[in-house]
T-cell receptor
């Protein structure tokens, strides 16, 4: 079966750095997405990785290792507005998005 | 950027009634629209894929007679929840693919509460 695992909840301090991990087992791989979702709202695109390595975009970076079936989202200089759920999703061989359950990130002052 | 407009954002209905949710692509033509359902603290679950001018493709376990999908034009897809039941209460989101593989445009979502 297809499976995406990410921690249910994480807590971090304002101004700090946090890394949210995602491991996946899917039938085929055509890329991995990270989305941010605030409560009651639709997901917002953060990043897309299809090749191994680190992609940096401002305060957010995303890393992918296809051989390990592993990705992480790194958030630097955390702000209170970063409190949200972060969803990992993989595009499988049928180009269908398989979603993780999301990681709820709580930022404390 | 491309925008998908979803309405209503919130709806409360009585058990047994039907509710229609609309998703419109405002500045592009969406030949395909994905419909998701998300229960609290859970992942987005793909319910069905609607294609303009043809029948929708439903995921396993989703009742096609209960969740009616219509994609009559290149800019409008609708999901009708028929004979709504309290267990249908959920967050429903539509999404249209963009031109690139990494593009996906989401509607604002609809919070459905069936009482």
């Amino acid at each position: 079966g297809q499976n995406i695992d990410q921690p249910t909840e994480m807590t971090a301090t304002e101004g700090a750095i946090v890394q949210i991990n995602c491991t996946y087992q899917t039938s085929g791989f055509n890329g991995l997405f990270w989305y941010q979702q605030h409560a009651g709202e639709a997901p917002t695109f953060l990043s897309y990785n299809v090749l191994d390595g680190l992609e940096e975009k401002g305060r957010f970076s995303s890393f992918l290792s296809r051989s390990k079936g592993y990705s992480y989202l790194l958030l630097k200089e955390l702000q209170m507005k970063d409190s949200a759920s972060y969803l990992c999703a993989v595009l499988d061989s049928n180009y269908q998005l398989i979603w993780g359950a999301g990681t709820k990130l709580i930022i404390k002052p | 950027g491309a925008v998908v407009s979803q309405h209503p954002s919130r709806v409360i209905c009585k058990s047994g009634t039907s509710v229609k949710i609309e998703c419109r692509s405002l500045d592009f033509q969406a030949t395909t629209m994905f419909w998701y359902r998300q229960f609290p603290k859970q992942s987005l679950m793909l319910m069905a894929t609607s294609n303009e001018g043809s029948k929708a493709t439903y995921e396993q376990g989703v009742e096609k007679d209960k969740f009616l999908i219509n994609h009559a034009s290149l800019t409008l897809s609708t999901l009708t929840v028929t004979s709504a039941h309290p267990e249908d209460s959920s967050f429903y989101i539509c999404s249209a693919p963009g031109q690139g593989i990494s593009e996906a445009f989401f509607g604002q979502g609809t919070r459905l509460t069936v009482v």
